[in-house]
């Protein structure tokens, strides 16, 4: 069992930068990959970035690469998702979720933490 919490969130302006956390509690963390997902008012939830149980393999959607950085410290239970070079599209509820392996699909995910809130202005 894996319990995830999110934060770090927050209103940011256009250029800003912002450092979700997510902090995970159950003692086979390290075993889990870890991934991040937004979702927009009205719009699908959408795949960001995953990290494997290591920290040295890591996955970026298209739109984030370049801008978005994700690492762990399995020492502290935590995994981190640097969001540089902030866009108004990047509005959403940040989620992060645990799953075996790196993935990239939600359904692929056992656990969820609920969210944190990034607005960005223009």
């Known amino acids: 069992q894996v319990q995830l919490v999110e934060s770090g969130g927050g209103l940011a302006q256009a250029g800003g930068s912002l450092r979700l956390s997510c902090a995970a509690s159950?003692?086979?963390?390290?075993?889990?990959?870890i991934g991040w997902f937004r979702q927009a008012p009205g719009k699908e939830r959408e795949f960001v970035a995953a990290?494997?149980?290591?920290?040295?393999?890591?996955y970026y959607a298209d739109s984030m690469k370049g801008r978005f950085t994700i690492s762990r410290d399995n020492a502290k239970n935590t995994v981190y998702l640097q969001m540089n070079s902030l866009k108004p599209d990047d509005t959403a509820v940040y989620t992060c979720?645990?799953?075996?392996?790196?993935?990239?699909?939600?359904?692929?995910?056992?656990?969820w933490g609920q969210g944190t809130q990034v607005t960005v202005s223009s």
């Open positions: 990290i494997d149980w290591s920290g040295t393999s890591t």
């Open positions: 159950g003692r086979t963390f390290s075993a889990y990959g």
């Open positions: 979720a645990a799953a075996r392996g790196i993935r990239a699909r939600a359904r692929d995910y056992e656990y």
